[in-house]
């Protein structure tokens, strides 16, 4: 689906980070705030902290039972 887009994921080569997580069962939330941080240095980013915030997700689904 995303290779359809045109985003290629660092797995196959690409500079796009994945990290699989789940908030309901606090899974791997660790892993994506590291990436977040390694990514935002490593492109030299810099905001202010007491501004608003936004966030984009790329992929992601909706179980009808759970919201």
């Given at each position: 689906?995303?290779?359809?887009?045109?985003?290629?994921?660092?797995?196959?080569?690409?500079?796009?980070?994945?990290?699989?997580?789940?908030?309901?069962?606090?899974?791997?939330?660790?892993?994506?705030?590291?990436?977040?941080?390694?990514?935002?240095?490593?492109?030299?980013?810099?905001?202010?902290?007491r501004g608003?915030v936004e966030?984009?997700?790329?992929?992601?689904?909706?179980?009808p039972h759970?919201?």
């Open positions: 689906m995303l290779v359809q887009n045109g985003i290629q994921v660092e797995d196959v080569g690409g500079d796009v980070q994945v990290v699989p997580i789940s908030a309901l069962k606090g899974i791997n939330l660790d892993l994506l705030t590291e990436a977040i941080v390694l990514q935002a240095e490593l492109m030299e980013l810099k905001g202010d902290p608003l966030g984009v997700v790329i992929e992601s689904r909706t179980d759970r919201g």
